[in-house]
Nanobody, 114 residues
Framework: QVQLVESGGGLVQAGGSLRLSCTAS????????MGWYRQAPGKHELVATI??????NYADSVKGRFTISRDNAKNTVYLQMNSLKPEDTNVYYC?????????WGQGTQVTVSS
């Protein structure tokens, strides 16, 4: 069982920045993948992921603007979101994957005003 606690969401103006944090607890193993997703129209969109060894992947819509990182000692993943756009408004959910299992957090609201 893995529990994910997210924080850092809020209301910002277009062009602003936010930093999301997600801390995992429970049955944590060193080899895993964590990331963030949001609800795109009709589907979930993986915003960014990062493996235990630091390999990252980003959705095309956020490349160059968002940066994902992690602190393995703290079991924490971060999402630095810069140059935010109104289209980024969403609930952002932390994801923890250790094959074959997936876990997700409660979500944190990000609202970007124009």
């Amino acid at each position: 069982q893995v529990q994910l606690v997210e924080s850092g969401g809020g209301l910002v103006q277009a062009g602003g920045s936010l930093r999301l944090s997600c801390t995992a607890s429970g049955s944590i193993f060193s080899i895993n993948r964590m990331g963030w997703y949001r609800q795109a129209p009709g589907k979930h969109e993986l915003v960014a992921t990062i493996t235990s060894d630091g390999t990252t992947n980003y959705a095309d819509s956020v490349k160059g603007r968002f940066t994902i990182s992690r602190d393995n000692a703290k079991n924490t993943v971060y999402l630095q979101m810069n140059s935010l756009k109104p289209e980024d408004t969403n609930v952002y959910y932390c994801l923890f994957t250790r094959l074959p299992y997936n876990y997700w957090g409660q979500g944190t609201q990000v609202t970007v005003s124009s």
